[in-house]
Each structure stands twice: as C-alpha cells, then as structure tokens.
C-alpha cells in the first residue's frame, strides 16, 4: 500500500465529486483523505433504545420513538405555514412538525402505521419533534442496528447541501475501505503499557465504528490523552526553551529594603500562601532566566504585598520596578497604598497616568532615565514608547485580563535583557485551564485569605422585597456603615440601563433624603475629574452609599463599606458578580452582599445565584463559570488556539489531562531534549505536529 494514500485529496473518495470536496474543505477543512479520518464524532447516539412518550423528558434530546401517525393538518403561522401530526403510542400523544417539504410528506407518509421516528424532542404545552427521521416499523426491523451511531460535526450548509451525518458515515466507511488505515502508534511503548492504553489503529477504528462501548471508551480514552499530552509537551517544552534561551537579570541579593520592609514596615504577619509566593518569586528572579509568572489570588488574598516585596528585590539588585493597572481608579489606589507602607524607605515612587501634567511629566521621565525613580505606578500610559526606564527590572501587571498579551510583551522591549514579569489576577482561572492556557508561565497561587476575615454573607433576593432591603441599608448606615449599589451597564443597551441608573438612583435619594444621608454617583458617562471627586467623598465616609456602574468593579477599597447589592444580578456574568462582591468584605465588620433580581429568571441565572449565595471561593466559582460558559468565553481565552481541541474538553477531561500533564513533565525531567530511544517516537511525532500545526498528521 501506498504509505501516502492518506495524503489523497479528498476529491478522489469515492462518492465524493468536485463539489461535495469544495465544501468539506470550506466547512469541516477537509483537504485530504487523513483529515476525513480525524473528523471525530461529537457523539454517539444509541439507536438500539426506544423511549415511550410518557418517558419523555424536558431536556432537548435525541430520541427515538415507536408509534403511529393520527392525522396532519396545516397550520398558519407568521411566516409561511407548518404541517402538524399528531403522533401516539399506547401511553401518550405528541406532535410533528414539518416547516418545509409538505407535499412529499402528505403523498408518502402513512397514517395508521406503527413508524419509527428519531429527532430531538422539544417541549412547548407538550412534547413535539421538528422534522423527524422517520421509517416504517417494518423497514427498520429488517436494517441492522448499530449500537452507537456516531454524529459527526457540521454546518448548516452541509446539511442543506444533502451531506447529512448519514452521508458522512458513508465517507468514512469507503475511507477505510480503501486505505485499511494502518496508524504508526505516535505514544511510545512505555506510555502504551503504563497506562494500558489501546493502540492508535484501534483506536481511530472504533472512534468511527464502535464494536461496544467499552472499545469505545478506551479509544476516546486513548485519543483524549494523546491530545492533551502534546499539548502539555509543548507547552512544557517552550517554558523549558524560555527558561534557557530568555536571560534574565539575575536578583541575587537580598538586600536592605527587603530586609528593612520585612523586619520593620510590614503591617501585619504574612499568611503562609503570601510566604510561600514570595519564596517562589525569589527563587524565578535569583535564576539567570527571565521570570514569567502569573500570580494568583482571589479577591482581598493580599496579592499587592507580594508585588511591593518582589519590587523591593529588584530595588535592592539595583533595578527599577513598575506596577500597571488597569483603571486610573485602580492605579491611583496602588500608589497611595504602596506610598504609604514604603514611607519610610529611601525609595522614590511616582504615578504616571494619561492625565498627568506635562510639567510633572518630563521631570518623571528624567528621573526614570537617570535611574532615580525607582518605582513607577501607572495606568496604560506606562507602554508608550517614550517612556524609558534606566535599568527596568521587574514589571507587574494587575489585574491581567484587561490587558492583552501584545501588551505584555511590549513590556519587554523596554530593557536589553527583558524584566522579570508578574502577572497579578484576581479573576482566578481555573487550574485546569490555567495549565493549558498559560503552561509556558509558572503558576502561584495565593490560597489562603489574611486571618480575621468574616466571610460575606450573601442573599437572593427579588425586586419584590425592596422596601425590606432598604430598611436593612438604613440599620447599617444607622451603625456606621456604607453601602455600594451597583447597576448593570452593557454596552448594547447603553441607554436603557442609563435610565435603570438614573431611575434607580432617585429613588434611592428619595428614601434617602439629604441632609441626613449623602449619595455618590459614579457611572461611565462622567467626565474623569467628577467621577475621581465622587469616588473621593465616598473613600473619605463623606457620602454613605455609593450608586454605580461596574466601574468600581475592579480594585476599589473602601474598607468601611461592608453591604454590596446588585440590582438586575441575573444580568451579571459569575466573575462579574465575585469581583463585585470582592469590594466588601474589607473590614473587620461582617459583610453582606445582597443580589437583587425579577422573578424571571433563566437556569443559567439561577444556577450563578446559587453559586453566589453557596460559596465565596472564588476558585469554586470559577470552575461553574467555566461550565457554564465554556472554556472560549472566558475572559481572555478567546484568542487561544490551545481550545480548539479535536476530542478532548477541557472541562470534562480535566483528569485526562492532569495525567497528561504528569506524564509530559516526567518525561521531559528524565530527557528535556527527547534524545533517548524509547522515546524516539515521541520526538518524531512532536516534530511532525510542528511542522504541520496538526497532531493528527503523522500516519505512516
Ligand atoms: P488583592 O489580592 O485583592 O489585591 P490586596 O493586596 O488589596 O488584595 O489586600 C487586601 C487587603 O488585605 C489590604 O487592605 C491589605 O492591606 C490586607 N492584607 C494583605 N495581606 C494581609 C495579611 N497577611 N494580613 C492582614 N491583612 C492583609
Ligand atoms: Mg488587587
């Protein structure tokens, strides 16, 4: 045979002509016979159950269905007509519903005759399937049942070119007819029979044709931890390349303004995870190789003290040092924190902002090109290029997924040698997708909140109990307390949740009625100079409630206010909702933090109030979002290529791919260049997935 067969264009297959090609390459990208082949199956569909109607549930399924057609009757509707059937078996009725093709189904169905039909099942006032298959009870006992039907990827033009799923299992079966597909194994014999894995043949055989469901659970098995292997094995690999090839300034001392700070300055004892992070910072900064790490830690964890001591490294290794955030609220908040605890250090640190005055400007450009300055606090405003450090050591960025990667490597530029980069997040990422996505940084993970922390107490409750909630605000107020109200503003309906604000905001003036009460307001419509003075007065107890857009979302700390409420909650997303409750919860006054909403909600929504109301670790709340959304919503892992993963999910195979991760690190601990020869296939496999951008592609 042909080692190259699988190499053919797809437009020799049999059954496949010119046009069917055209399209599997604009839709699925298929070009050739081996990228049919790695078309894996969504899923798989157990033709061999048939469900009775009274078994049916509410959950949107596929499934089948024995009975009989009663009678059919067109029904007039807005756009066009439908065709309904009533369709029974001996525990219930249901209906069919056709939009098109009505004259073929009204010459060629029967009524009266046992069917059997197939298709998802909705529920609106009862059960309905929109266009079934359907097949006489007669024809169907004569075919023969496949177990698992696999249903393989597609597009709506697909399917309305004629290449249904039925049409692509035909592909696949004249595929492996024609080549007897022979898969070089690309694991290695020792990876195979540690984990008794399946080969790759057999594997790519019963993904596509399962003989039972045990095959198949060890092909997808097989084929899931492969995926995720060399992906780690890249991922790992580069990381391994960086540490080597990207020097860094070594930080070798541990000098006097760490050793001061520590001993003298340091507010309060550090919690053991803040000990722990710092020690592995220092360890990433004393090496020759450039620190890339991404500092994790839920809201209020103390990830800023870790920052100000990895700063204070650098200071003492003769560096400078810049933090950037997201937001000038945020910035302005880091400088006058950070300020404070280093007063009475002999450094020098300034905040540079798109607002800051000329003058004040070019004397901080001095400073910080004579080396004088020696940390530099800003907002974007730090990346443009005539901004110059003298000797630029260590850069912090806050708060990471407001900015993108572009941004964080032009950080690189400003120096001969790149500075060391900490990445502060406080919207935490699941570990398992942290591994995938960032498996070229190294991970820290502040776990463990500073002692004496009430946890927030947090309810649900519904518009309905307004007055209740506002007698609740007025007995905290009564205590000493201030209050955040916060109002959804999404960008679509801009206008509509301004009026919300507004409307919101005097009705809360009005049962909140000066002089005993003062009210800020802060929304994205202010100008920067009004908002600053709002959020001011607030800081200062000047005003007990402050009514909001989320622009206090990120970073904001006003220890004293300790009651949060959301209104519209349903229309948060989960991160959204933590980060939000995150500006409570600061003070040694228990918190609350209440989520307002309508009676009308979705199961999403309930499912993120639930959440909300169950749990404050942000972690456990990431992992929800995570299933809820989906790995490709999550804040900055759109542009990820690393999610479009042909078999694996990065959610439901998080244990595969842990064990991938082990195994990747194993190896390469034992043979960082994978030189030795049992692991011979491994490297020629990886090579071949570089070369081709493709996993998949080595087939001998
Ligand atoms: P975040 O991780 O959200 O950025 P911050 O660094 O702003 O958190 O810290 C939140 C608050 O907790 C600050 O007021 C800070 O001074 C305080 N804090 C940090 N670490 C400790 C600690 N070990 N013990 C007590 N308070 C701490
Ligand atoms: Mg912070």
Same mark, same amino acid.
């Given at each position: 045979?042909?080692?190259?067969?699988?190499?053919?264009?797809?437009?020799?297959?049999?059954?496949?002509?010119?046009?069917?090609?055209?399209?599997?390459?604009?839709?699925?990208?298929?070009?050739?016979?081996?990228?049919?082949?790695?078309?894996?199956?969504?899923?798989?569909?157990?033709?061999?159950?048939?469900?009775?109607?009274?078994?049916?549930?509410?959950?949107?399924?596929?499934?089948?269905?024995?009975?009989? +057609?009663?009678?059919?009757?067109?029904?007039?509707?807005?756009?066009?007509?439908?065709?309904?059937?009533?369709?029974?078996?001996?525990?219930?009725?249901?209906?069919?519903?056709?939009?098109?093709?009505?004259?073929?189904?009204?010459?060629?169905?029967?009524?009266?005759?046992?069917?059997?039909?197939?298709?998802?099942?909705?529920?609106?006032?009862?059960?309905?399937?929109?266009?079934?298959?359907?097949?006489?009870?007669?024809?169907?006992?004569?075919?023969?049942?496949?177990?698992?039907?696999?249903?393989?990827?597609?597009?709506?033009?697909?399917?309305?070119?004629?290449?249904?799923?039925?049409?692509?299992?035909?592909?696949?079966?004249?595929?492996?007819?024609?080549?007897?597909?022979?898969?070089?194994?690309?694991?290695?014999?020792?990876?195979?029979?540690?984990?008794?894995?399946?080969?790759?043949?057999?594997?790519?055989?019963?993904?596509?044709?399962?003989?039972?469901?045990?095959?198949?659970?060890?092909?997808?098995?097989?084929?899931?931890?492969?995926?995720?292997?060399?992906?780690?094995?890249?991922?790992?690999?580069?990381?391994?390349?960086?540490?080597?090839?990207?020097?860094?300034?070594?930080?070798?001392?541990?000098?006097?303004?760490?050793?001061?700070?520590?001993?003298?300055?340091?507010?309060?004892?550090?919690?053991?995870?803040?000990?722990?992070?710092?020690?592995?910072?220092?360890?990433?900064?004393?090496?020759?190789?450039?620190?890339?790490?991404?500092?994790?830690?839920?809201?209020?964890?103390?990830?800023?003290?870790?920052?100000?001591?990895?700063?204070?490294?650098?200071?003492?290794?003769?560096?400078?040092?810049?933090?950037?955030?997201?937001?000038?609220?945020?910035?302005?908040?880091?400088?006058?924190?950070?300020?404070?605890?280093?007063?009475?250090?002999?450094?020098?640190?300034?905040?540079?902002?798109?607002?800051?005055?000329?003058?004040?400007?070019?004397?901080?450009?001095?400073?910080?090109?004579?080396?004088?300055?020696?940390?530099?606090?800003?907002?974007?405003?730090?990346?443009?290029?005539?901004?110059?450090?003298?000797?630029?050591?260590?850069?912090?960025?806050? @708060?990471?997924?407001?900015?993108?990667?572009?941004?964080?490597?032009?950080?690189?530029?400003?120096?001969?040698?790149?500075?060391?980069?900490?990445?502060?997040?406080?919207?935490?990422?699941?570990?398992?997708?942290?591994?995938?996505?960032?498996?070229?940084?190294?991970?820290?993970?502040?776990?463990?909140?500073?002692?004496?922390?009430?946890?927030?107490?947090?309810?649900?409750?519904?518009?309905?109990?307004?007055?209740?909630?506002?007698?609740?605000?007025?007995?905290?107020?009564?205590?000493?307390?201030?209050?955040?109200?916060?109002?959804?503003?999404?960008?679509?309906?801009?206008?509509?949740?301004?009026?919300?604000?507004?409307?919101?905001?005097?009705?809360?003036?009005?049962?909140?009625?000066?002089?005993?009460?003062?009210?800020?307001?802060?929304?994205?419509?202010?100008?920067?100079?009004?908002?600053?003075?709002?959020?001011?007065?607030?800081?200062?107890?000047?005003?007990?409630?402050?009514?909001?857009?989320?622009?206090?979302?990120?970073?904001?700390?006003?220890?004293?206010?300790?009651?949060?409420?959301?209104?519209?909650?349903?229309?948060?997303?989960?991160?959204?909702?933590?980060? +939000?409750?995150?500006?409570?919860?600061?003070?040694?006054?228990?918190?609350?933090?209440? +989520?307002?909403?309508?009676?009308?909600?979705?199961?999403?929504?309930?499912?993120?109030?639930?959440?909300?109301?169950?749990?404050?670790?942000?972690?456990?709340?990431?992992?929800?979002?995570?299933?809820?959304?989906?790995?490709?919503?999550?804040?900055?892992?759109?542009?990820?290529?690393?999610?479009?993963?042909?078999?694996?999910?990065?959610?439901?195979?998080?244990?595969?791919?842990?064990?991938?991760?082990?195994?990747?690190?194993?190896?390469?601990? @034992?043979?960082?260049?994978?030189?030795?020869?049992?692991?011979?296939?491994?490297?020629?496999?990886?090579?071949?997935?570089?070369?081709?951008?493709?996993?998949?592609?080595?087939?001998?």
């Amino acid at each position: 045979m042909n080692p190259n067969i699988l190499q053919t264009p797809i437009d020799y297959l049999k059954g496949v002509g010119p046009n069917r090609a055209a399209l599997l390459r604009s839709e699925l990208g298929i070009h050739a016979y081996q990228d049919l082949v790695n078309l894996f199956p969504n899923r798989y569909i157990d033709k061999t159950r048939y469900y009775k109607i009274n078994e049916l549930q509410r959950s949107g399924a596929e499934m089948q269905i024995i009975g009989k +057609l009663m009678h059919l009757k067109t029904v007039e509707q807005k756009r066009g007509k439908r065709l309904v059937a009533k369709f029974i078996d001996d525990t219930g009725e249901m209906e069919l519903v056709w939009f098109r093709g009505h004259k073929w189904i009204r010459e060629n169905l029967k009524l009266n005759v046992p069917y059997v039909i197939f298709g998802k099942v909705n529920y609106y006032n009862g059960f309905s399937m929109p266009h079934p298959e359907m097949e006489l009870l007669s024809e169907h006992e004569k075919n023969l049942k496949i177990a698992m039907q696999p249903i393989y990827p597609s597009t709506e033009k697909l399917s309305n070119k004629g290449i249904t799923n039925r049409v692509i299992s035909k592909m696949m079966q004249q595929v492996f007819i024609e080549t007897k597909v022979r898969f070089y194994d690309t694991l290695s014999t020792d990876i195979l029979e540690s984990l008794k894995l399946i080969s790759k043949s057999e594997a790519v055989l019963n993904i596509h044709f399962p003989k039972n469901q045990e095959l198949l659970a060890k092909a997808q098995f097989r084929l899931k931890f492969e995926e995720l292997f060399y992906i780690q094995l890249q991922l790992i690999t580069k990381n391994l390349i960086r540490k080597q090839k990207v020097k860094g300034y070594p930080f070798t001392e541990v000098g006097e303004h760490f050793n001061s700070f520590y001993s003298n300055h340091l507010p309060f004892d550090l919690t053991n995870a803040q000990k722990r992070v710092i020690k592995e910072i220092r360890n990433d900064m004393g090496s020759s190789a450039q620190m890339n790490r991404l500092l994790q830690g839920d809201v209020g964890s103390g990830k800023t003290i870790v920052g100000l001591m990895a700063m204070l490294l650098a200071i003492d290794n003769g560096f400078q040092a810049c933090l950037m955030a997201p937001t000038a609220i945020l910035a302005n908040q880091h400088y006058q924190g950070i300020q404070e605890l280093v007063q009475e250090l002999p450094i020098t640190v300034k905040l540079l902002m798109g607002s800051t005055k000329t003058k004040e400007r070019r004397v901080l450009h001095e400073e910080l090109e004579a080396g004088t300055l020696n940390i530099l606090i800003g907002t974007h405003a730090i990346l443009e290029d005539k901004v110059i450090f003298k000797n630029l050591g260590l850069a912090i960025i806050d @708060e990471q997924h407001r900015f993108g990667v572009a941004q964080r490597s032009k950080l690189w530029h400003k120096n001969k040698y790149p500075p060391h980069v900490l990445v502060m997040t406080a919207t935490p990422i699941p570990r398992t997708l942290a591994m995938s996505l960032y498996g070229d940084l190294d991970i820290s993970v502040i776990d463990e909140l500073p002692p004496g922390r009430k946890a927030i107490k947090t309810v649900h409750r519904f518009d309905s109990n307004r007055l209740k909630v506002f007698k609740f605000i007025e007995d905290e107020i009564e205590k000493g307390r201030q209050i955040y109200i916060v109002y959804p503003l999404i960008q679509e309906s801009e206008a509509m949740d301004y009026k919300d604000l507004m409307d919101g905001y005097e009705s809360i003036a009005r049962s909140f009625s000066q002089p005993k009460y003062q009210i800020s307001i802060v929304h994205g419509q202010m100008k920067p100079a009004d908002k600053d003075y709002e959020m001011d007065r607030f800081v200062k107890g000047e005003t007990q409630i402050m009514v909001a857009t989320t622009v206090i979302e990120v970073g904001v700390n006003v220890p004293n206010a300790s009651v949060m409420i959301i209104e519209s909650a349903e229309r948060f997303g989960l991160s959204q909702l933590h980060q +939000l409750r995150g500006r409570v919860g600061r003070g040694a006054e228990q918190s609350f933090c209440i +989520l307002m909403t309508s009676h009308k909600l979705s199961e999403d929504s309930k499912t993120r109030l639930e959440t909300m109301v169950r749990t404050n670790d942000g972690f456990e709340i990431a992992e929800v979002d995570l299933k809820l959304r989906g790995p490709g919503d999550i804040m900055g892992t759109q542009q990820s290529g690393v999610l479009n993963l042909k078999i694996a999910d990065i959610v439901k195979d998080n244990d595969i791919l842990k064990l991938a991760r082990s195994y990747a690190l194993k190896i390469l601990k @034992e043979d960082p260049s994978l030189g030795m020869e049992k692991h011979k296939v491994l490297l020629y496999t990886y090579q071949q997935m570089a070369k081709h951008k493709n996993i998949w592609n080595y087939i001998s």
